[in-house]
C-alpha cells in the first residue's frame, strides 16, 4: 500500500510541477490566468504536504520491514524504495522531452506545409 501511494504522490508531485510551470509560462502574457496559478500553487503545496505524509510513512515501514526482512532483503527494499521515486521522475522527464518532441515536429510540418514564399 505505501510503494501505491508513494508512486501516486510522486506522479501527482510531477504532475502538478508540470502544470505549474506552462501556467507560468502562459502567465507571462495573460493575466486572466492567475487564479489558475494560485489553484495549482495550492495544490502544489498540498502535493508535497501529501509527500511529506508519505515520508513519515516510509519511516514507520521501514521500521516494520527491518523486523521481519534479513539485512540483504531490507537492502534491496530500501533500493527498491528508491528508486521507484527515481525512475517515475525519470519517466515523466521522458514523456515531457517526447511530448516537446512532438509538438516541434508538428510545428516544423506545418511550416513546411506553408512553403518556403512565407518565409
Known sequence: MFIGDLDKVVNLLLSLSGRLA????AL????????QE????GQLADAKELKEHVDRREKLVFGMVSRY????????YQHFVKMKSALIIEQREL???IKLGEEQLKCLRESLLLGP???
Open 117 to 119: 514564399s512565407n518565409f
Open 95 to 97: 514523456e515531457e522531452k
Open 22 to 25: 506552462r501556467v507560468e509560462n
Open 28 to 35: 507571462n502574457s495573460i493575466d486572466s490566468e492567475a487564479n
Open 69 to 76: 526482512l534479513p539485512q540483504d532483503q531490507l537492502q534491496d
Open 38 to 41: 494560485k489553484q495549482l500553487t
